[in-house]
């Protein structure tokens, strides 16, 4: 057997546990090195889908978004030397967001590596601690020890990215020349053992079964006793991922305890929630006089971390006892409120605490809700007395003009805060995203493209200028991959989310505001649409932009609509004027 054809069939070994452990998705980058990987990705067992994205940091990006969305490990593959590190942002993020990614690098021979060979760099453990495993599958070697060892490797890995805390594995594949396969015939089989080279049909060599993570039925009846004891209880979302059933069993769980539920947009239980969510919490909280009268005894908290700081403060300030629930064993408490931290499914969590509970929404509970009603008359007021398109204002019409179904994905920076601000729920359910692991806004576009892709639905991106500019590059996904997107670019001509910041008022910065932190870029996001074929819009009101959303999900395709906003520092104005008057709408109370 020749060196080239013993690198492809150790590449299809390797695939073939891929795809038998569960993957479904390839992102491939192009290199030489690479070329057996990318070739057995190419010919996989029929259930593989191969991407081919030409920049490794926007491949990464979307292979996240993929993986986010399906909870299934999407694999990754790049050629040997600086290829990989691309990846790195997005194997942080999937780090800290519990994301599944397979990491392939190819490498260089042993021989090759300390002696200045061309594309050559130590790839062992790139990621560092943000990787789950590390393994190097050695050269290729057409034994049945090699062979069986390395679909156990590769089957081991992609339970590794899978099993709590959930995350990116590497494997480093080193091959010697040549690259490409030999018209020689297929590889002397006879030599080998029917497990070697086939391995177990339909299965991976070696099922490691993890352990099924179920919450702790003893400390649930104490949390449960705990609630059946307290009244004055909140129930509060996190941005959280899964499409499991989590808006169903929390609103079952709100009806059982009688406490509301503060729902984030990205917690998957906000759109499509139950009758006790509340979404305009922020603002509510802002009222002194409610956020007082409100204080909880009790808080049951599940997902991720907040993205507004106010309604956090008024948790980690009220006194009450916080029980965090975590389907994956990460620990969202920098302030160290928790008295404890219950791991396991929240899905089930909610369901083992339902159980025995039927408080029903009673006076508590519907003060909140009133005072939610209140808040949002308020904000239809402020819209339907300006007509002017505002930041907040296109939050509120993106979400609005979005179908049952559809998938939203939302940069960090201020698309996040405005959206769980002035967002509410529009009687439609929808799947809402954004990478809050690290909370960049490196790879959006990218991550936007993978959760379309992965999920088949109308999806929508909001984004502001700089993150879309950051990653304007994954447009170029979108044509080669024929990937449907419609993009919403807020456009305020740099970082607006400094301008809330103290940098903005500090003396000493003033004089380079605008160059380091203002950011002004002048771009008109018209010739970035074009570059890409994309249809380009810019409405110039919020009936127009709510048009042009709806015009991109139902035409599909790729869409760039640009909404020009007022100059960051009025923005500050108008965001605090806006929420002094949906604050103001809840008067002195009583809230019922």
């Not at 021979?109 to 790139?126: I, K, N, S």
């Not at 809700?369 to 008359?377: H, I, N």
């Not at 954004?434 to 379309?452: E, P, Q, Y």
Request: aromatic content about 6%.
């Amino acid at each position: 057997m020749s060196d080239a054809n013993l690198n492809q069939l150790w590449a299809r070994v390797l695939v073939e546990e891929l795809v038998r452990g569960g993957v479904r998705h390839a992102v491939v980058c192009p290199g030489s090195r690479s070329s057996p990987l990318a070739l057995a990705c190419a010919q996989g067992e029929g259930l593989l889908k191969t991407w081919s994205v030409i920049d490794e940091r926007s491949a990464g990006f979307f292979a996240l978004g993929m993986a986010k969305q399906s909870r299934s490990p999407v694999v990754l593959v790049a050629t040997s030397g600086t290829a990989g590190a691309h990846f790195y942002p997005a194997v942080i993020e999937a780090a800290m967001a519990n994301v599944p990614l397979v990491v392939l690098t190819a490498d260089r021979p042993l021989e090759l590596q300390g002696w200045g060979a061309p594309q050559t760099v130590p790839q062992a453990r790139f990621f560092g601690d943000f990787a789950r495993l590390f393994a190097d599958v050695g050269l290729p070697e057409a034994s049945d020890v090699a062979l069986v060892h390395l679909r156990a490797t590769v089957a081991r890995a992609v339970v590794m990215a899978m099993r709590a805390p959930r995350g990116a594995v590497q494997l480093n594949v080193p091959f010697r020349e040549p690259l490409a396969p030999t018209p020689e015939g297929a590889p002397p089989d006879e030599r080998l053992s029917s497990l070697a080279n086939e391995g177990r049909a339909g299965a991976p060599i070696t099922q490691i079964v993890p352990p099924v993570r179920q919450p702790d039925p003893k400390v649930l009846d104490e949390v449960r006793a705990r609630v059946a004891a307290t009244e004055q209880g909140v129930i509060v979302c996190g941005p959280r991922d899964e499409n499991d059933g989590f808006a169903e069993a929390i609103a079952r769980l709100a009806e059982a305890t009688g406490y509301p539920v503060l729902a984030e947009a990205t917690s998957q239980a906000r759109y499509g929630g139950g009758p006790a969510t509340v979404s305009l919490y922020d603002t509510m909280l802002r009222h002194a006089p409610f956020a007082q009268a409100h204080r909880p005894k009790l808080v049951l908290r599940f997902g991720g971390g907040l993205t507004p700081k106010g309604p956090q403060a008024w948790i980690d300030g009220s006194g009450a006892e916080v029980v965090l629930f975590s389907d994956e064993g990460a620990l969202f408490d920098p302030s160290h409120r928790a008295a404890r931290v219950v791991e396991g499914s929240a899905v089930a969590a909610c369901e083992a605490l339902s159980r025995g509970l039927s408080r029903g929404l009673g006076q508590w509970s519907r003060s909140f809700l009133w005072a939610e009603q209140w808040a949002r008359a308020a904000l239809e007021s402020a819209f339907s007395e300006d007509m002017s398109l505002t930041e907040m204002r296109v939050a509120h019409e993106v979400v609005g003009a979005l179908p049952e179904g559809a998938n939203l994905f939302i940069s960090s920076s201020m698309p996040i805060r405005d959206v769980d601000a002035f967002a509410p729920p529009t009687g439609r359910q929808l799947h809402v995203y954004a990478n809050r692991g690290a909370n960049g806004i490196d790879g959006i576009v990218s991550s936007a493209l993978g959760v379309a892709a992965a999920s088949g639905r109308p999806t929508v991106l909001l984004t502001g200028d700089l993150a879309f500019l950051h990653d304007v590059g994954g447009l170029l996904v979108a044509r080669r991959g024929g990937v449907p997107l419609t993009v919403v670019v807020v456009n305020n001509d740099g970082g607006g989310i400094f301008s809330f910041l103290p940098i903005a008022q500090a003396e000493q910065a003033r004089a380079h505001y605008e160059t380091l932190w203002g950011t002004p870029h002048g771009v008109d996001l018209s010739h970035a649409a074009a570059l890409y074929q994309a249809r380009f819009r810019r409405p110039d009101s919020p009936a127009s932009l709510r048009s042009a959303v709806t015009e991109g999900v139902k035409l599909g395709g790729l869409h760039v609509i640009e909404a020009k906003v007022v100059e960051r520092t009025k923005n500050v104005e108008l965001h605090r004027g806006l929420f002094a008057k949906m604050a103001a709408a809840l008067g002195e109370g009583p809230w019922l």
